[in-house]
């Protein structure tokens, strides 16, 4: 049941920009304690859920947030936002039309100018990261920095909802993601609302016309910007279809009105009464209607998500030419005059560049992600002496795990580089660790399994190291027959037996002994 809560003046005295700022930058406290209050929950998971943010909210410490993604992101921003790419004239013009949307009140202290290059930066991040941009993005963009967000904070958070929340189909031009999630729609609303449902349909002011812009600006352009942050509350702490069951909410509470419009009404006042719905009665409404009943126990973004991945996987398979999944890409995470300097092994050009970043930012964390991305990096355009810098001399992480629990040595596998293989190993790079989920695997595979599964490519080279059927020192295949082997007890590596060579003897251990057996 939704309350009647009159005009909007109660949700105003909540959330005004003065009162959503609460001790500690804490947000809509009071709003979501009159929610709790007043709305008679018949979900108990979604009642707790909305009493989580009963204490307020800040976005960038919620639990459910992972943490690793988040700080690791957040350094990466800084690598990646100032860079001319392809896509950056298009954002540039897009970021000049963007922040007319929102209240003056609104916006932070700042200038315009001043926001609109906090904007460009966090789209130009987004665009290399995901390689690609569509309009819409620069919507939530801004919205995060009107919230309060820093720039490096929008750009981690946005990335946490392409890649984590599954929202990243719906800005890909080539996927029928965003199709399908308006057939979600459309079935929700004609069961929902039928004789509205039938009326718009009989003016002609299809789904799409509208649609388009709530899913794709996650209700960021259409509403009043305290509704866009309310909603996105609830969709952070995990409330299920908040975006479709909103989308039901603003045609329920405009329906009578609705109902009286023809074609070219709705061209003309549709939008401008959207953009006036109360925030506090369409949050009631919105909550009072179910979940999308064809998914069970998820949201409708994550199923179909899913649903696209296994008919990409098949259509994949079928093709005779499949190609590796995505998760298998080189990462795009550097600059670009770094990039090119590891691609021509510029040894002299590498390490000045890291040096002149680390010196912009020399905190431990940002030295460690630029590191562990120069090191991916080498592995993926086989650069061993480039790799051994980054290890060495930047201190990367040989067991650092990627977005999707990918190793370095995994992609040492899947790009077929046995010398660095070897030295990963050699500097103590855990071969058990599970990885970059395909292959029907759920939790992912060794990088000795992928080495043997591996069939987008020959992986022979790397995975005999793996095997340990080469010397770790001198590179050569071992002859069992002839010398046989010699292993170090402590970590397991395997080196030939010749005469002379004494391969093992200068093994050093990345356990910190050495202990001898022959075999």
Not at 118 to 124: H, M, T
Not at 210 to 225: C, D, N, P, Q, V
Not at 395 to 418: C, E, W, Y
Request: with cysteine; glycine share 4%; aromatic share 10%.
């Amino acid at each position: 049941m939704v309350p009647d809560l009159g005009s909007s003046s109660l949700f105003a005295s909540l959330t005004s920009p003065a009162k959503m700022q609460h001790s500690g930058g804490v947000k809509r406290q009071s709003f979501w304690r009159h929610v709790v209050k007043q709305f008679n929950f018949t979900d108990e998971n979604e009642r707790k859920l909305l009493i989580s943010l009963t204490d307020g909210i800040e976005w960038m410490k919620m639990s459910t947030l992972p943490k690793t993604f988040i700080r690791r992101h957040r350094e990466i921003f800084y690598l990646i936002s100032t860079a001319d790419y392809q896509r950056s004239g298009m954002i540039q013009r897009d970021v000049t039309r963007t922040f007319s949307i929102f209240e003056r009140s609104h916006l932070p202290d700042k200038d315009i100018a001043s926001q609109q290059q906090s904007l460009f930066r966090v789209l130009n991040a987004i665009s290399e990261a995901e390689d690609g941009y569509c309009q819409g993005m620069n919507f939530i963009a801004a919205l995060f920095l009107v919230e309060g967000l820093d720039e490096a904070d929008a750009y981690a958070l946005f990335l946490y909802l392409l890649k984590k929340r599954h929202l990243a189909r719906i800005y890909q031009r080539s996927s029928t993601f965003l199709d399908d999630y308006l057939e979600h729609f459309n079935l929700m609303f004609q069961r929902e609302l039928p004789d509205l449902h039938q009326h718009i349909l009989s003016q002609g002011f299809v789904i799409p016309m509208y649609g388009i812009e709530w899913f794709t600006t996650l209700f960021s352009l259409s509403t009043k910007a305290d509704l866009a942050c309310a909603i996105f509350d609830l969709f952070f702490v995990g409330v299920q279809d908040i975006f479709l069951r909103m989308g039901l909410a603003i045609l329920k509470l405009l329906e009578s009105k609705l109902m009286c419009m023809t074609f070219e009404d709705f061209l003309r006042e549709f939008k401008p009464l959207v953009r006036q719905i109360d925030p506090y009665q369409a949050i009631f409404q919105a909550l009072s209607f179910r979940p999308n009943p064809l998914v069970r126990g998820e949201d409708t973004t994550a199923y179909i998500s899913r649903a696209h991945y296994l008919l990409s996987a098949h259509q994949n398979e079928s093709s005779g030419q499949p190609t590796p999944p995505k998760t298998f890409d080189r990462h795009r995470t550097l600059p670009p005059q770094l990039t090119k300097a590891i691609i021509c092994n510029n040894f002299a050009n590498v390490e000045k560049i890291w040096q002149d970043l680390i010196s912009v930012r020399p905190c431990a964390q940002h030295c460690l992600a630029l590191a562990n991305e120069i090191l991916h990096y080498a592995i993926w355009y086989g650069q061993p002496s480039i790799a051994c810098f980054a290890i060495e001399r930047c201190g990367a992480d040989v067991n650092n795990v990627d977005d999707t629990n990918l190793t370095p040595l995994h992609f040492s596998v899947i790009r077929n580089q046995p010398d660095l293989v070897r030295l990963l190993l050699c500097f103590g790079a855990d071969e058990e660790i599970l990885g970059g989920r395909w292959n029907g695997s759920s939790v992912g595979l060794t990088p000795l399994e992928t080495a043997q599964n591996w069939r987008f490519r020959d992986t022979s080279a790397a995975r005999l190291v793996l095997e340990k059927e080469i010397c770790l020192f001198c590179n050569t295949k071992i002859d069992k027959l002839a010398f046989g082997k010699e292993m170090c007890a402590q970590c397991s590596f395997t080196f030939c037996h010749r005469p002379h060579a004494e391969c093992i003897r200068k093994h050093q251990c990345p356990r910190d002994h050495v202990s001898m057996k022959t075999t």
